[in-house]
């Protein structure tokens, strides 16, 4: 996938636009981690691989800031036992 995932910083999400959509991950900010919350892909992108694209950017640039993640939301939850090779970002 071309685009990258980008911190919305006003809107407390990250987000990754895919044509004129936009799937998001909503997240709170502790000092030490990052809680995703809720993650949204628009209906018509659905079953596309579009949230966990969305995901892997977003522990990217969580890996990057040097923080930690909290998976609030079963999507995240699921990610994350699919992808042990992120496990050192589990807070």
Known sequence: MAAS?????DKSRFELDVGS????AN???TPSAVIITHTETPR???GRGIASELIKGA???IRHDAK???AGCGF???????????A????
């Open 27 to 29: 997240y709170r900010l």
């Open 88 to 91: 050192d970002l589990v807070a």
């Open 44 to 46: 018509a992108l659905r």
């Open 21 to 24: 959509e936009v799937a998001f």
């Open 68 to 70: 930690k993640v909290i």
């Open 76 to 86: 995240v939850v699921d990610y994350l036992d699919r992808h042990p090779e992120d």
């Open 59 to 61: 522990l990217e640039l």
């Open 5 to 9: 995932v980008r911190d919305n910083k």
